[in-house]
T-cell receptor, first 117, second 109 residues
Framework: GAVVSQHPSWVICKSGTSVKIECRSL??????MFWYRQFPKQSLMLMAT?????????EQGVEKDKFLINHASLTLSTLTVTSAHPEDSSFYIC?????????????FGPGTRLTVL | GQQVMQIPQYQHVQEGEDFTTYCNSS?????IQWYKQRPGGHPVFLIQ?????EVKKQKRLTFQFGEAKKNSSLHITATQTTDVGTYFC?????????FGAGTQVVVTP
């Protein structure tokens, strides 16, 4: 199956700093990439959907200025958590799809565990 | 609010037994997807159902899409320890992609 990588796999940062997470589709060009947040033993919460070359579509309640998404190419999307605070600590997972969101299977990256001190 | 609901939230199964997890939507879905997430891992796509009343099988897993396309089920027969994990359904109620809360499956030998 298609492979999606994420980097870094975990990061610890101080409160107030910004953290960038990369999501890459390694062997295919992804039409759409998704960013999720997952709390322990809970479901995946969709944060935003991004298409290459266009602005990301954020879900209700997700701050655009807080979670900056850049989809520079068909194989790379980045999520930057700006001015991170302890409440931003979470497991962030990206996924990539060959088609439009929800109608095609999503290939998930391994996730990034963010801990903000 | 949560529009794709799953029950049960937890499922303890004896190895060798069968179990079913259910997914319900408040509205008609164009399609439904099922994913499995192993402990410490990431979700992996299992299957997609599109047609009303559709039934698909993958070895010991049977997936069904309801006639009204508002519910789905995953039935696992002869549970094995490798079936441990959380099973999520996902769909697009009202055009917004959403994962269900998941059913966490624990298998006891």
């Amino acid at each position: 199956g298609a492979v999606v990588s994420q980097h870094p796999s975990w990061v610890i940062c101080k409160s107030g700093t910004s953290v960038k997470i990369e999501c890459r589709s390694l062997d295919f060009q992804a039409t759409t990439m998704f960013w999720y947040r997952q709390f322990p033993k809970q479901s995946l919460m969709l944060m935003a959907t991004s298409n290459e070359g266009s602005k990301a579509t954020y879900e209700q309640g997700v701050e655009k200025d807080k979670f900056l998404i850049n989809h520079a190419s068909l194989t790379l999307s980045t999520l930057t958590v700006t001015s991170a605070h302890p409440e931003d600590s979470s497991f962030y997972i990206c996924s990539a799809s060959l088609g439009t969101g929800g109608l095609n299977e999503q290939f998930f990256g391994p996730g990034t565990r963010l801990t903000v001190l | 609010g949560q529009q794709v609901m799953q029950i049960p939230q937890y499922q303890h199964v004896q190895e060798g037994e069968d179990f079913t997890t259910y997914c319900n939507s408040s509205t008609t879905l164009s399609n439904i997807q099922w994913y499995k997430q192993r402990p410490g891992g990431h979700p992996v796509f299992l299957i997609q159902l599109v047609k009303s009343g559709e039934v698909k099988k993958q070895k010991r897993l049977t997936f069904q899409f309801g006639e009204a396309k508002k519910n789905s089920s995953l039935h696992i027969t002869a549970t094995q320890t490798t079936d441990v994990g959380t099973y999520f359904c996902a769909g697009m109620p009202w055009g917004k992609f959403q994962f269900g809360a998941g059913t966490q499956v624990v298998v006891t030998p």
